[in-house]
């Protein structure tokens, strides 16, 4: 991915700690905000302040239970009930 404004380069294909990947955005989001970079660049462009929130962090526990793939589901289903559905994406899990 790179960096819009620094033009650096940055490689998350061996990133530790990150079960999962997926972009959720709402229905009337634009095609670009399936790609990463895209998304990622636009942001930091969009906002101007110093002290500018850029994106949330959550740690949610997900039942042992489940299998990996039931847990993915699940935050899926999550993210598109409590995010996508009122106007914010999703992106990565660990």
Known sequence: MVDGRTG?????????????????A???????VND???LWN???????RKDAQLCREMNI?????LNHDQQRALMIDYCRD????KGTGCHRWR
Request: charge should be negative; proline fraction near 9%; avoid cysteine.
């Open 82 to 85: 409590e995010f996508t559905a």
């Open 61 to 65: 526990a997900l039942p042992v239970e």
């Open 26 to 32: 709402p229905e009337n989001a634009p095609e670009w």
């Open 36 to 38: 990463p970079a895209l």
């Open 42 to 48: 636009n942001v930091e462009r969009a906002e101007k």
């Open 8 to 24: 650096q380069t940055y490689d998350y294909t061996r990133k530790g700690g990150v079960d999962g990947f997926a972009i959720l």
